[in-house]
């Protein structure tokens, strides 16, 4: 514990002698010693109302994203940074039981072909039904579960969802392609693609090239190799595969596998489609 300091950046000086002696090796025999220390720092009074305990359990916190960034140095607590963790957790939990409790819904983007006018495709586009917020675009959730494991799952919700509406319809005498996108995570699974086969064998009516699979192009460049394979399985299946947001990265129009033909479309519109 440090007491009267001028200011926060007064302390530093002081942390880094206490890493530095921390760090001097002892002679023990005729070994030396040495180890190195990582620290954890907050600081006190803080914007908010906090006892003991919470200090104490701000140090620990920041202590460990020390050792993370690799030891023998010192982190201060960031009481900014715990807040949007804090908010990021509390909006995977809520947005796990959106999807238990199907607030999440599909809209349908026409895809139109600028020659013709004719309609030739939709775009699936996920949006929350939020109870109390009303309709909430994908960038206002989806970001939070990019990395997590509710992002498979809800991946795997929108092509059930998808496949589901095509069904109804073409029972209804409408019978049009739908392309949904897929995420960086769902996309590195291992059991993509057969789980990718079984959604498609509960619709055992739907052409299989009736789907489009589209990847974003900055996902594809984290690993080309991985991708490739997965793309190639998704064509031994029947589903066409479609590059998406093409340009933000450095993909070729040469590239084999993709289907670059979207170009000649524009996206116009938006609606909802219920399932039955």
Known sequence: MLIDLADIEASMPLLTRLLA??????VCGAVSLQVSASLGVTFYPQADTIDAEQLLRQADQAMYKAKLAGKNRYQVFSAAQDRRLRATHDLLARLRRALTDQELVLYFQPKVNMRTGEVIGAEALIRWQHPEQGLLPPAAFLPASEDQPLAIEIGDWVIATALTQMDTWRAAGL???VSV???ARQL???D???RLRTRLAEHPTLPPDSLTVEVVETNA????????QVIAACRQSGVTCA??????GYASLTYPDFDYST???ANIGCYRCLTA
């Open 175 to 177: 019978v049009i392609p």
């Open 188 to 190: 590195q699974q291992p």
């Open 221 to 228: 460049l984290e690993d080309l190799a991985h991708v490739a």
């Open 263 to 265: 170009s000649i479309f």
């Open 243 to 248: 590059l998406d947001d093409f340009g933000t």
């Open 192 to 194: 993509f693609v057969p």
């Open 181 to 183: 996108n897929i995420g």
């Open 21 to 26: 002696a921390a760090a001097q090796p002892q």
